[in-house]
């Protein structure tokens, strides 16, 4: 464990808002009023200026935070901002020109990688979407997506092509033994098999694969005058794009209203982009994957575990194996 989450939070916020300030001097905003946004591999401020026009989150990253991630991030969300009308959270520069800050203080372990990100305004809305919403996250995810076909990262920071090829490397059986058993394990792996006879007849080419966001749930979609914005890019990467609408998907099919819920989501994205039959008809195998990712993602924690997330997923992923 880091030194520093032994000691009071008090004093470990005063820790981080004296490495804030400083890695915000290089941006000329040392004196920004700010406020903590929460604590978790990353530790995020509100920055305010007084200015709603320069108003921004400061994110301040784990010491063992990977660089090439957080490059493809900050490309990709600047490539974004300069290419289309999304309203995404746009990366800012500090008055050297720099895209990612590295800062240390006495009292903080190892240097921390900090970025300055444009504030998206907008509301969540976590259990009050409705249809509207819904189209508007299918035309939001169908952008990213558009632009995600011809957007590419520097080869040397481009990360390996998560296909069926490399499926077989996604399980972390020792980990999941841990907690599931040896026929709960056969599910993992039966899944696994799903989700590469899928890819294998997807294919990888860019008119179904490419950039996407990773992560695209109601925790980090934002509305706005009918308008729905993404943050949270974090986890962006290369990958399947049924992946961001399995992703969306599976927080509501199970609701009440889930089957007109997912049909405004298709149908918003549709109204920008195709989606051919077979990428829709995949979309529970894809939701598959992302439950491994979120029951991996859990263990690996360790942490403040969820019991119930746990098995919220891992229910999700048995029916997705066991249907015809």
Request: glycine residues 6%.
């Amino acid at each position: 464990m880091d030194r520093l989450e032994r000691i009071p939070e008090s004093e470990r916020l005063d820790r981080y808002t004296r490495l804030a300030r400083k890695a915000l001097s290089a941006y000329g905003l040392a004196e920004a009023q700010l406020t903590p946004l929460g604590e978790a591999e990353t530790v995020t401020f509100d920055v305010a200026t007084g200015d709603p026009s320069r108003h921004y989150a400061l994110r301040i990253c784990a010491p063992d935070h990977d660089s090439d991630a957080l490059r493809r991030e900050i490309l990709w969300l600047t490539a974004v901002c300069r290419d289309t009308d999304l309203v995404v959270p746009e990366p800012i520069l500090t008055t050297e020109g720099e895209l990612v800050r590295r800062v240390s203080i006495a009292g903080v372990s190892g240097f921390r990688s900090c970025v300055l990100l444009r504030w998206v305004d907008g509301e969540f809305r976590h259990k009050e979407l409705a249809p509207d919403h819904l189209h508007g996250v299918g035309h939001l995810a169908a952008a990213l997506h558009s632009h995600a076909e011809t957007f590419r990262w520097p080869e040397e920071i481009t990360p390996p092509r998560r296909n069926a090829t490399l499926m077989s490397e996604v399980l972390d059986e020792a980990l999941l033994r841990t907690r599931y058993s040896a026929d709960q394990l056969n599910i993992f792996r039966r899944a696994i098999e799903r989700i590469s006879v899928a890819m294998s007849t997807l294919r990888d080419g860019p008119r179904v694969a490419g950039v996407i966001h990773g992560q695209l749930g109601p925790r980090c979609l934002l509305f706005r005058n009918g308008e729905a914005r993404a943050i949270g890019f974090a986890q962006c990467r290369w990958g399947y794009y049924a992946y961001d609408l399995a992703t969306i998907r599976s927080y509501v099919a199970e609701r009440e209203t889930g089957e007109e819920l997912v049909a405004a989501l298709l149908e918003g994205y549709r109204s920008l982009r195709d989606l051919p039959e077979d990428v829709e008809r995949h979309l529970p195998v894809f939701g598959a994957l992302r439950s491994i990712d979120r029951i991996q993602a859990i263990l690996a924690a360790r942490t403040g575990q969820s019991p119930r997330d746990l098995d919220i997923e891992y229910e999700a992923l048995r029916r997705v194996v066991e249907a015809d």
